[in-house]
């Protein structure tokens, strides 16, 4: 299984790329600048340690076509952990994801297209993610987190649903509330419907798990899925 990797340096996108490895994926990453030493290494790594062989590193950005195609190339799955890194307007999303898909869809005549893409999304990414809170929960999250604190991040959540919504591929947006960065529980809610009664927050580790299973399986393809604790 052949791996193409975006937002590696990230957070979550870190712990995606160390299960691709533990899986015995081959996973490409597009990476702007070299990532440190042993990036990988989930415990401070012994002299001489290298990486895996199963992990190559494209250098460049998500916002210029070349290298994304370069990382995508002979791919199976391609995996996105892309996302705001503040919550200052930074237009990651609405930049990054039109190439990514525009590279996918280049592949559409090739023997091997690439068409599956499962990205880390956000709840706040439709307008119907709250139908299921109760209604003092739902007016603060909207009014306050949503329009107000995370206006900018929320902004290019929706942007990413509604180019992959738009697109031909296979796609797959997951959308936790807040993610924390304490370890994962292995037991969590989801719902295609809208975030569950009372959802708030849920570890990356469960996130990325979630992710991973989703690669060979059909249940979220062309939809979103949200969950939390």
């Known amino acids: 299984m052949k791996i193409a990797l975006f937002g590696a340096s990230g957070a979550t996108g870190k712990l995606l790329t160390q299960r691709c490895i533990h899986a015995g994926y081959e996973v490409t990453a597009l990476f702007r600048s070299t990532p440190p030493p042993h990036f990988l290494f989930t ?24 290298p994304v195609r370069q990382t995508i190339a002979g791919a199976d799955i391609v995996l996105s952990a892309l996302g705001a890194n503040s919550l200052k307007k930074e237009d990651v999303l609405e930049r990054a994801i039109p190439q990514i898909i525009a590279a996918m869809q280049d592949t559409e005549t090739q023997a091997k297209p690439v068409r599956r893409i499962i990205v880390l999304g956000s709840a706040g990414a439709l307008s119907t993610s709250l139908d299921k809170q109760p209604a003092w929960r739902r007016w603060i999250v909207q009014n306050i987190v949503y329009n107000t604190l995370l206006k900018w991040p929320v902004a290019s959540q929706i942007s990413q649903w509604n180019n992959l919504s738009h697109s031909s591929l296979d796609w797959t947006m997951v959308m936790p509330p807040m993610l924390t960065n304490t370890p994962g529980r292995g037991a969590y809610r989801i719902d295609g419907d809208a975030l569950p009664p009372n959802g708030s927050r849920i570890s990356r580790e469960d996130v990325a798990d979630f992710m991973m299973q989703q690669i060979g399986s059909p249940q979220w393809i062309r939809k979103g899925v949200y969950i939390t604790w």
């Not at 415990?43 to 895996?52: I, K, L």
């Open 43 to 66: 415990r401070p790594a012994s002299p001489g340690a290298r990486e895996p062989l199963n992990f190559k590193i494209v250098r460049g950005s998500a916002f210029d076509p070349s």
